[in-house]
């Protein structure tokens, strides 16, 4: 059974760092992207970073551009969303998600497997 593991959500201070993981298991994702989307209060489930299975292509949403960095471990089947300089703003539920890669990564609807969440708050 496909599962999405995701780890590392917690409470930090502005300016501060963390690392979410998802590990992945159940099946083959070679063909896949893993997306981290996120829900913060009112506001609905929006993509924050991809990357590409099949050759580490990576995407970001503007809001995390510079500060978010996404990578993976092949061997570990392991994504990673390396979170730098955290904002007020980043506050959310963090998710991990799979979607075939001809899909519309952006595209919430486009993700078959979704984790179960862990929530990033930032505080000033």
């Known amino acids: 059974q496909v599962q999405l593991v995701v780890s590392g959500g917690g409470l930090v201070q502005a300016g501060g760092s963390l690392r979410l993981s998802c590990a992945a298991s159940g099946r083959t994702f070679s063909s896949y992207i893993m997306g981290w989307f996120r829900r913060a209060p009112g506001k609905e489930r929006e993509f924050a970073a991809g990357?590409?299975?099949?050759?580490?292509?990576?995407y970001y949403a503007d809001s995390v551009k510079g500060r978010f960095t996404i990578s993976g471990d092949n061997a570990k089947n392991t994504v990673y969303l390396q979170m730098n300089n955290l904002k007020p703003e980043d506050t959310a539920n963090y998710y991990c998600a799979a979607a075939p890669d001809y899909r519309n990564k952006y595209y919430v609807g486009s993700y078959d497997y979704w984790g179960q969440g862990t929530q990033v708050t930032v505080s000033s």
């Open positions: 990357i590409r299975w099949s050759d580490g292509a990576s």
